[in-house]
């Protein structure tokens, strides 16, 4: 990844940051890249502009006119951050946002890095430009979050400022989250994992994680993560994914509409608005009870082609068609309660490889396609790196497991859930 295509970095970002990008906006030092397609976008180089002057001062705009200010990568190459910060606030509206993602000074190049972009005039750190917020005394801080190349690739961090005076931003919290973290080997893994359900914006939720004993160090690294929002447990044997996860429900103790999620421990969430985004869905959404979506592979970073199930998949049964039941996998325990322990198992044992089918082909088939969605937005990170993985090491069990489960009896939709 090229450090020094800054005009690129809002490729990172957009899915984070969209709910807060509604409305009229402009996108100031757009680059190539504009937030969304309906931004006005500023930039004094750029040939995509829609208006190339300078954003350190927009007279053109009047007073209060726009809901969202966005920025990526341009602060820094401006000298007078208060300034350019007063005059973006002065043309956004009461109630609006200015959204910034910015180069953080601890991961990006120093200046004097012959591999630093030349335009940059300084750097910030979130607790800096922060700082330089509130001195102008006319916002809020709603959200705020730093992404290490370590973990996610960037090398940056965003604060949107919510401009005071107008509606405050809703952030509320109706939709309670019981994630569901199961893992056999992920020493090398379980941190980034668990981090990633930590950092989350939205605060309504509960984790559960089941470890296997795999004669590793993953329960040993999980355990620092233990709090009263997150509990770790290792069994005394390895009971495997659908028994772990059926397990990790009973001790989180749902209600009805309380959603659950199915994480695996060697994957991670891509961000920390994933809890925020999937939420959305729900409350946009009354009648839904399930969701799937799109991951991103790691190590090589690039989009799943993944997409929704549509009314003729599911007229023609869903064990019939192509595979779309994909992570991140959501559901209303209203709706995992119905599951049928027997369609679970493999004889006497619950399934030990393609636990995902055989529990998502039953939940399908229950909701129906009017009470499932699938999110496009990148919410969850698929580790194909790790040696453990099932595709890797029992390829063929997996491969006769799907057989079974896809020649099995379907379950009959559920008019009232």
């Not at 990006?108 to 030349?118: E, F, W």
């Not at 009971?239 to 209600?255: D, H, Q």
């Not at 979506?293 to 599911?314: C, H, I």
């Amino acid at each position: 990844m090229n450090q020094n295509k800054l005009r690129g970095e809002t490729n990172h970002c957009r899915n984070r940051l969209l709910r807060y990008c509604k409305g009229q906006g402009v996108d100031l030092g757009c680059g190539n890249i504009k937030i969304k397609p309906e931004a006005i976008a500023i930039d004094l180089l750029s040939p995509y502009a829609d208006m190339k002057i300078d954003a350190r001062l927009m007279p053109c705009f009047p007073d209060e006119h726009f809901d969202y200010v966005y920025s990526s990568h341009l602060l820094e190459e401006i000298e007078d951050t208060e300034a350019t910060l007063r005059e973006w606030l002065r043309i956004l509206k009461k109630g609006g946002y200015l959204i910034l993602y910015q180069a953080d000074e601890e991961y990006y190049y120093k200046l004097n890095d012959p591999r630093c972009n030349s335009a940059h005039k300084h750097h910030f750190s979130i607790n800096k430009l922060k700082e330089i917020l509130l001195k102008t005394e006319q916002i809020e801080i709603v959200h705020e979050a730093r992404y290490d190349p370590d973990t996610y690739k960037e090398w940056s961090f965003e604060i949107v400022a919510q401009k005071k005076g107008g509606t405050k931003y809703n952030s509320s919290n109706n939709i309670n989250f019981k994630i569901m973290v199961v893992a056999g080997p992920a020493e090398e893994y379980i941190e980034k994992c668990l981090n990633s359900i930590i950092i989350q914006d939205y605060p309504n939720w509960k984790a559960q994680v089941i470890l296997d004993p795999v004669g590793d160090k993953t329960y040993e690294r999980a355990l620092k993560f233990q709090n009263d929002k997150m509990s770790i447990i290792q069994n005394e044997k390895p009971l495997y994914n659908i028994a772990n996860f059926i397990k990790a429900v009973s001790l989180l103790e749902p209600e009805n509409n309380d959603v659950l999620i199915m994480i695996d421990g060697d994957d991670w969430l891509h961000n920390s608005s994933v809890l925020h985004t999937v939420k959305t869905y729900y409350e946009e959404n009354p009648d839904l009870v399930l969701t799937h979506g799109s991951w991103e592979p790691y190590p090589t970073l690039k989009q799943t082609n993944n997409f929704a199930y549509s009314e003729d998949d599911f007229k023609r049964g869903i064990r019939r068609v192509r595979w779309r039941g994909s992570h991140l996998r959501t559901c209303k325990y209203k709706l995992w309660k119905q599951l049928k322990d027997e369609s679970l198992r493999d004889g006497d044992y619950y399934y030990t490889v393609a636990g995902d089918l055989a529990i998502m082909f039953p939940l399908l088939e229950m909701a129906g396609y009017h009470r499932v969605k699938f999110i496009p937005e990148i919410l969850y990170v698929y580790n194909q790196e790790t040696p453990f993985n099932d595709e890797k090491k029992k390829f063929q069990e997996q491969k006769a497991a799907e057989s079974k489960l896809r020649n099995s009896e379907p379950y009959k939709f559920l008019e009232n859930i």
